[in-house]
């Protein structure tokens, strides 16, 4: 439980800076989307069940400023972190580089489904893809620029908790 802590910690870190971010890059009607970075680590790192706790923390984080109905963020990084550990033997989770593709691929599978909730109040579908595949191609470049300092801030945490 003290691991899941520790790296709940670091993902309100995580959700600080990308509120900083987003709010520098209003202006240019740009935002970052980086919900597999919230998933990634806590699932091939952590225990399944300090993971879920974990993941569904940071989900409840980020449902508190996002216009879905709170507690959606929560469930699909709750389901994501679940299917992650079911597959945990299969992926490329031991280097920097696999972690960064497997938080590409949940923040992909993560951002079209929030995508497609959105979908039903936006007043014209076709600007609004136009609007999300931008945002989903800087959230990609986001994710592999941040993902290998922030897995190694995540590291370095869990080192630092062990007595």
Do not use: K
Request: aromatic share 12%; proline share 5%.
């Amino acid at each position: 439980m003290r691991r899941g802590l520790i790296v709940f910690g670091t993902l309100v870190l995580l959700w600080t800076l990308i509120g900083i971010v987003n709010d520098q890059l209003s202006g240019l009607r740009v935002h970052l989307f980086v919900g597999g970075l919230f998933v990634a680590f806590a699932a091939v790192a952590l225990p399944f069940r300090a993971g879920f706790w974990t993941v569904l923390a940071g989900g409840a984080l980020c449902d508190v400023g996002s216009p879905l109905p709170f507690g959606t963020f929560a469930l699909l990084f709750a389901a994501a972190q679940a299917v992650l550990t079911r597959m945990h033997e299969r992926l490329p989770h031991g280097h920097t580089i696999g972690r960064v593709a497997i938080a590409l691929l949940v923040n992909l599978g993560l951002y079209l489904v929030v995508s497609f909730a959105r979908l039903r109040g936006a007043p014209a579908p076709g600007a609004y893809w136009l609007r999300a595949l931008i945002d989903l191609a800087f959230s990609q470049a986001a994710i592999v620029l941040a993902a290998p300092w922030f897995f190694a801030l995540q590291e370095r945490s869990l080192a630092y908790a062990r007595p």
